[in-house]
């Protein structure tokens, strides 16, 4: 790694040899009754070691942005939470130079019962500023938030969207020598969004070093300056933004010539799980059956699909929360068949469907399966897209 | 020498305090007498357990102001308690921050235990009010008073470290705290005078009082309400390697404490 050659002068973090195992036992034994079995049959006690990291090394310069990118589950997100201090590092030592704000998360401590303001003031706390720094900054606070009739209001009457407008608006005044990001731009409206492309920009214009973890390569080549590609727990490259989000694709495509059906292209925590699919295709219409089951009771859990074209094209997909069905509960044990129907737009071609089922919260992925299933649309014409609405082509007469 | 110290805790501190202002605005919020009914409640809680261990229980009859110093040693072993209980969950409930962020964890546990702390201001405020009345003379061993209130809380802050460590990774340990804590409330002496226990057999009081928070009740009831209330110095004869004892269990108690809780708390973030 050429990088790491250089003067390591104006290093302000070093990530040197570090691994991270988790320990999971298969029953977690926080019981009395389990611990004391659990003592008495040694033998018994199996814990499976899960190595989210092995031998991480990074160094990171004043004033970059870098990038940390890498699959669902591939450990990224365990090494930011190791470069923040969150988690310890089960090898390896984390240097940091000056001080780290971590946004792993906009408004950590937020508390529903307080008011807009008193919320700033805690949330400002635990980034690290005295009430006399919020006090400062208060007012460009809460104009940045956009938010000057509500601060007096109790958090849990503001919408989503007021509450992540102003934990960002909190966050921006941080002035930190060292920033760590996850994935905030995944939240908020396109407005939203804006902003935070603006205060990223003017970041990168102030020299902020900036740790980011994305999954979104227009973002990475737009401000990262490097990134590290983590893959399987390890750093699979490191380099300029440009190269290394073409590797990044590279590896899906890699991953989608993988055998139907394989377990590599699946995960989530198992509580819901597709356990099949059946494709049907009439003249009009495509149904698609898709049955479900699940080992514990979910409520309202919201289930996808997601059509493929065979190049690896995202052609379409949606979901209940989408299309504001209730899906109500799922009650452990119980198999339940949902029935998506098209209009059977799809070109002649091959196609997957990606199912998916994930709890109400719209993070934790129950079952995430990619190419579960295949199935082929045969039409008498073959376009070179996977969309044949049907065309209707003439001339006008003027 | 002083900017260095500031410079090393700035963060917790500016988190204790805000952590600590939080704690006190949802503690009474939505109610119409808000603060108030932290002087209200135990206002009424004496008043009930006065009539009924002065007019029907009859506990402690022949004891000056027996009434006063029972009402002492609840309001000390509920600091004791209250310290306890909320330190024993305060790590697990704060998982959501822990989680997210990280900061020294020491400070939720000072956090809960200082809005104890304030809750024992105002019940101090209201034994003074039935100290008043009930015509008690202070005397000057008053001041040492406080010390026995800081021997309980660093007492209760040792253990708290130990407990919510534990209850990271065991969650049985509140109940068994529970269970441990209804024993020790009997054992410490808070409803009964412990002369009781004396006229029986002196060497159980002094197994008794070998128990700090107990140990601290008896002597704060000496040097706040009525000077001849039995000691543990008193009972050991004036014995002050016995009398030492508890005063050694807390320092142990509060050195292993922090240590151990030092020692687990980066871990806290992958458990809870």
């Not at chain 1, 190595?51 to 450990?75: M, T």
């Not at chain 1, 994305?214 to 380099?239: F, P, Q, W």
């Not at chain 1, 995202?314 to 119980?334: C, L, R, S, Y």
């Not at chain 2, 441990?180 to 412990?194: D, E, G, R, T």
Request: hydrophobic residues 45%.
């Amino acid at each position: 790694m050429p990088e790491n050659d250089n003067s390591n002068s104006d290093t302000v973090l070093s990530v040197s040899h570090v691994s991270k195992d988790f320990h999971l036992p298969h029953h977690k034994s926080n019981s009395i009754k389990s611990t004391i079995i659990n003592i008495f049959k040694r033998k018994d006690k199996e814990v499976d070691i899960q190595h989210a990291l092995r031998d991480i090394s990074i160094d990171v310069k004043k004033g970059e942005f870098f990038g940390i990118v890498g699959r669902n589950g591939s450990g990224k997100s365990t090494l930011l939470k190791i470069i923040a201090g969150i988690y310890r590092p089960t090898k390896g030592t984390v240097k940091t130079t000056g001080k780290l704000v971590p946004f792993i998360e906009l408004g950590v401590g937020f508390n529903p019962e307080l008011t807009g303001k008193e919320n700033v003031y805690l949330n400002g706390a635990l980034l690290g500023f005295s009430r006399d720094e919020i006090n400062a900054q208060y007012n460009a606070i809460v104009a940045f938030a956009e938010l000057q009739d509500f601060m007096d209001q109790k958090l849990k009457n503001y919408s989503s969207g007021m509450q992540v407008r102003l934990a960002f608006s909190v966050a921006t005044c941080a002035e930190a020598d060292i920033l760590l990001v996850d994935e905030v731009l995944a939240v908020g409206d396109a407005d939203f969004q804006r902003k935070c492309f603006a205060y990223f920009k003017k970041l990168k214009k102030d020299k902020v070093t900036v740790i980011f973890v994305t999954h979104d390569m227009d973002a990475v080549r737009e401000y990262c300056d490097r990134v590290v590609l983590i893959n399987d727990s390890k750093v699979m490259a490191i380099g300029q933004a440009g190269k290394i989000s073409q590797e990044y694709t590279r590896l899906f495509t890699d991953a989608s010539d993988d055998v139907v059906g394989q377990e590599s292209t699946r995960w989530g925590k198992g509580g819901a799980e597709t356990v099949g699919i059946d494709v049907s295709i009439s003249d009009d219409l495509i149904t698609i059956r898709h049955r479900i089951v699940s080992k514990y009771t979910i409520n309202n859990p919201i289930i996808g699909i997601r059509i493929r074209s065979a190049s690896g094209i995202d052609v379409t997909g949606t979901n209940t929360k989408i299309e504001k069905i209730d899906t109500g509960v799922f009650k452990a044990g119980h198999e339940r068949m949902l029935v998506w129907t098209m209009p059977a737009v799809l070109a002649d071609g091959e196609y997957y469907i990606d199912p998916a089922i994930v709890d109400a919260d719209g993070i934790t992925v129950q079952d995430w399966w990619d190419e579960a299933v295949k199935f082929m649309v045969t039409k008498e014409r073959h376009l070179p897209y996977s969309i044949d609405p049907g065309f209707n082509v003439e001339f006008s007469n003027n | 020498m002083k900017s260095k110290f500031v410079s090393k805790y700035r963060y917790s501190i500016i988190l204790l305090k805000e952590l600590v202002i939080t704690e006190f605005k949802l503690r009474y919020q939505g109610s119409a007498l808000g603060y108030l009914w932290s002087l209200l409640r135990p206002l009424f809680l004496f008043v009930i357990l006065y009539f009924v261990f002065v007019y029907f229980l009859r506990v402690g009859s022949g004891i000056p102001h027996w009434p006063v110093a029972m009402l002492l040693g609840i309001v000390l072993w509920n600091f004791f308690s209250e310290v306890t209980n909320i330190g024993l969950t305060s790590i697990v409930s704060r998982g959501d921050i822990i989680r997210k962020i990280n900061f020294p964890k020491y400070v939720i546990l000072l956090a809960g235990s200082v809005s104890a702390l304030i809750n024992l201001v105002l019940n101090l405020f209201v034994i003074g009010v039935f100290m008043w009345i009930n015509q008690v003379n202070l005397s000057w061993s008053a001041l040492l008073s406080p010390l026995y209130i800081i021997e309980i809380f660093i007492f209760a802050l040792g253990l708290s470290f130990i407990l919510s460590t534990i209850f990271v990774k065991l969650r049985d340990m509140n109940y068994i705290w529970e269970i441990i804590m209804q024993a020790l409330f009997y054992a410490s002496a808070v409803i009964y005078p412990i002369s009781m226990v004396v006229e029986r057999s002196a060497t159980i009081a002094q197994v008794l009082l070998l128990n700090p928070v107990a140990q601290a009740i008896q002597d704060a009831r000496q040097t706040l309400i009525y000077d001849q209330t039995p000691t543990l110095l008193s009972i050991s004869s004036g014995n002050i390697l016995i009398a030492f004892i508890p005063i050694a269990l807390v320092i142990a108690v509060f050195i292993f404490g922090a240590w151990f809780f030092k020692k687990q708390s980066p871990n806290f973030a992958e458990n809870v």
